[in-house]
């Protein structure tokens, strides 16, 4: 990180939080809005969250899901186990996946400079799921904390691959975005053949994981996932400044100091360890890592440091919202969020590819 | 991005090759699918010697050997061959459309819309009649290309690659996840459908086949006529209503042409990836961009491709079988990617 100050233009009217240590080689330039935007953000999640939790078959009023949330109310030993057990967990890993997702997304638009790329897009999330779907037809009997270390892998080797085939003096963003449809078809014929031959009782659970469902998961999830969580967010935050640069183009970030392949590097590593954690732990929820980074954009603007925290908590919004209408539309049956957020994270891709019809 | 799409379509370096040369390769090649045909008869997991096969067709005596021919392979065989043609054209007409050397009907979503109307209408009224698959996945594909198409020539650049391949890509992926959500729901049809689903060509009477060749003849005639404006189309637009062919029209024909031929594909035997990508593609190397040649040829490798194919997945891991639509995936699927980095550059 050296310290190339990138100059505000005068016609904006923005102002900037700076933070910077002399200490530490460490600097943040944060949009004014970004601290109000993301309380606002928290405010919405909880809310949902706590709406989340109170309902289902077994309804909770919403005062009583606070209280014995932050064990004020102990006596009605039923709340304590319906939302401790089964319900809390679920909606934390709703909120974690989204949030991983979305950092990952905005991560990846970043990289390839192209608004349309998502996980979901360029195999990352192919990868992983075929991993995953792997180890559930072959190995049924496997404890789940290794699902989230077959799906990195899985991402791990989709991601080089894509990377790897889109090489040519460079890697250029056009290429790895049509190298990354062609990976991912390669994965999904393998997970398909999965589906084909395996146990049909198996085949019918990771469908369900595949289409990115949050059913069911508990704390040993919540186990598993945040520890790619703790490493990885941070990772993301401190590479913003990079990313910032590496957005005005290879050359311009070249000259301003930029070892451009080097962080490209190091940015697919973290996009791929937060798709593939969060892969693993609930499937391929598609279209957060694309919709979550354009509206974060829409509420703070394009600089990194503001932008990623706004869309992963935009990203933890919405997931926990998708698993609320899912399991809330066509009660009984459980739609699962994957779903959701398809139905209407596709539209809303195809609303920006119409909007970006001139680039 | 700009200049990636002008290079994405390689203008015509055809190479000169006479009229007599190409008749002779159209010739060798209907040898050589003839050749294919009796292979794909003859092997299976069964052992039966080619002259019992010879006998089953001439002087059938209703012996076990004799049904699994007339029965299992020849049906097999036969729509094997229709589906390679039929999706082999589609994938070339594809490509000329749209001036994209990565077009196919898998890539573009066309299967994808197919097959998710199939598995649409199965959830909501049970079984089918072949004669209403047929029409469903028709309808289905027919929505899935229109939108495609119209997604990936919005704004004033028209149409380009990246554009029209993430419009596809995105919708397919839509599309799944409603098949998905619709599986999820039904573990009935499920069980039903899921080796339709990853595409074979195992399985099907005679009967489907004769329900459906008629559209699929119908699409070839149509494209084959079609062979000299396609050509004029792919110099570019402005030369083609200079050459005097009204583009319009002709855009249209040759999208309903694709969706009646990707359509019957589906509906006879699932979503087939990667045959109408790659089949152009390798018959250009003989016969350029002359659409003319081009459609035969495709026409012809097409079913060449896709039987030989079949005859890997069924022998790979002989006695079971692998769904042919994998097969495809796994080897075109490294190609779309050559392909990628081969034509896209910046």
């Not at chain 1, 991560?107 to 180890?135: D, H, S």
């Not at chain 1, 590479?239 to 697919?268: C, H, I, M």
Request: charged fraction near 10%.
């Amino acid at each position: 990180m050296r310290g190339v100050p990138l100059h505000q233009s005068s016609t904006m009217k923005i102002s900037w939080f700076v933070i910077r240590s002399n200490s530490l080689r460490l600097s943040f330039r944060i949009d004014r809005r970004v601290p109000l935007v993301l309380l606002l953000l928290l405010i919405m999640t909880l809310i949902v969250m706590v709406i989340s939790v109170g309902y289902g078959e077994y309804p909770i009023p919403h005062l009583d899901v606070v209280k014995t949330v932050l064990g004020l109310q102990s006596s009605n030993s039923d709340y304590v186990f319906v939302i401790h057990t089964l319900r809390l967990p679920r909606v934390i890993i709703a909120f974690m996946v989204g949030t991983a997702l979305a950092i990952a997304g905005t991560l990846l638009q970043g990289l390839t400079r192209n608004p349309l790329a998502a996980p979901e897009i360029v195999g990352v999330e192919a990868g992983a799921g075929l991993a995953a779907v792997a180890l559930i037809v072959l190995f049924p009997s496997i404890p789940i904390l290794f699902l989230p270390i077959a799906a990195f892998a899985g991402a791990a080797i989709a991601a080089l691959l894509v990377y790897g085939l889109a090489w040519e003096q460079g890697s250029a963003p056009i290429r790895l975005i049509l190298v990354g449809v062609g990976v991912g078809a390669i994965a999904s014929a393998f997970t398909t053949l999965m589906i084909t031959f395996g146990n049909i009782y198996d085949v019918s659970q990771a469908l369900v994981w595949l289409a990115g469902s949050v059913y069911g998961r508990n704390w040993e999830h919540v186990q598993a996932l945040l520890p790619w969580l703790v490493v990885f967010i941070p990772a993301s935050l401190l590479l913003a400044r990079e990313l910032n640069t590496l957005n005005l183009g290879d050359q311009v970030a070249r000259s301003l100091g930029s070892s451009v392949e080097w962080q490209r590097a190091l940015l697919l590593i973290t996009c791929v360890a937060l798709s593939g954690a969060s892969v693993a732990t609930a499937g391929t929820i598609g279209f957060v890592g694309l919709m979550a980074p354009h509206l974060a954009r829409q509420l703070v603007g394009n600089a990194h440091e503001g932008l990623i925290p706004t869309a992963a908590l935009v990203g933890g919004l919405i997931v926990a919202l998708a698993d609320l209408l899912g399991r809330s539309l066509f009660a009984p049956i459980e739609i699962p969020c994957g779903v959701i957020t398809a139905v209407v994270g596709a539209p809303y891709f195809l609303y920006l590819l119409y909007r970006n019809r001139n680039t | 991005m700009p200049q990636s799409q002008a290079q994405l379509h390689q203008p015509s370096v055809s190479p000169k090759r006479s009229r007599s040369l190409r008749l002779l390769g159209l010739i060798v090649g209907i040898l050589l699918l003839a050749l294919c045909f009796v292979v794909s008869i003859t092997l299976g997991a069964a052992e039966i010697t080619p002259n019992t096969v010879w006998q089953s067709l001439v002087a059938f005596d209703g012996s076990t050997n004799h049904l699994i021919i007339t029965t299992v392979r020849l049906p097999r065989a036969l729509i094997a061959l229709s589906v390679g043609a039929a999706l082999a054209v589609a994938g070339s007409l594809m490509q000329g459309l749209t001036q994209n050397a990565l077009a196919d009907p898998g890539i573009l979503g066309i299967s994808a819309g197919a097959a998710l109307a199939v598995v649409a209408s199965t959830f909501m009224f049970g079984s089918l009649s072949v004669q209403s698959y047929t029409w469903i996945a028709f309808a289905g594909g027919a929505i899935a290309a229109i939108a495609v198409y119209l997604l990936g020539s919005v704004g004033r650049r028209g149409i380009t690659p990246l554009k029209l391949i993430l419009a596809g890509a995105v919708l397919s992926y839509l599309m799944a996840a409603l098949t998905t959500g619709i599986l999820i729901l039904s573990q009935r049809t499920l069980d039903d459908i899921r080796f339709w689903l990853a595409g074979s060509v195992a399985g099907r009477d005679l009967n489907n086949l004769v329900q459906v060749f008629p559209y699929i003849l119908i699409g070839l005639v149509l494209a084959f006529s079609l062979g000299k404006q396609i050509t004029a189309l792919t110099l570019g637009e402005d030369v083609a209503k200079g050459l005097g062919l009204r583009t319009g029209w002709v855009k249209a024909i040759a999208a309903i042409v694709v969706v009646l031929l990707a359509g019957s594909a589906v509906s006879l035997a699932g979503p087939i990836g990667f045959i109408g990508l790659i089949v152009p593609h390798i018959v250009r190397f003989w016969v350029g961009a002359d659409y003319r040649w081009l459609l035969p040829y495709a026409a012809i490798w097409g079913a060449m491709l896709l039987s030989l194919t079949d005859l890997a997945a069924r022998l790979v891991i002989k006695p079971q079988e692998l769904p042919v639509g994998i097969m495809t995936a796994l080897i075109g699927a490294p190609f779309f990617i050559y392909l990628a980095r081969s034509k896209v550059k910046q």
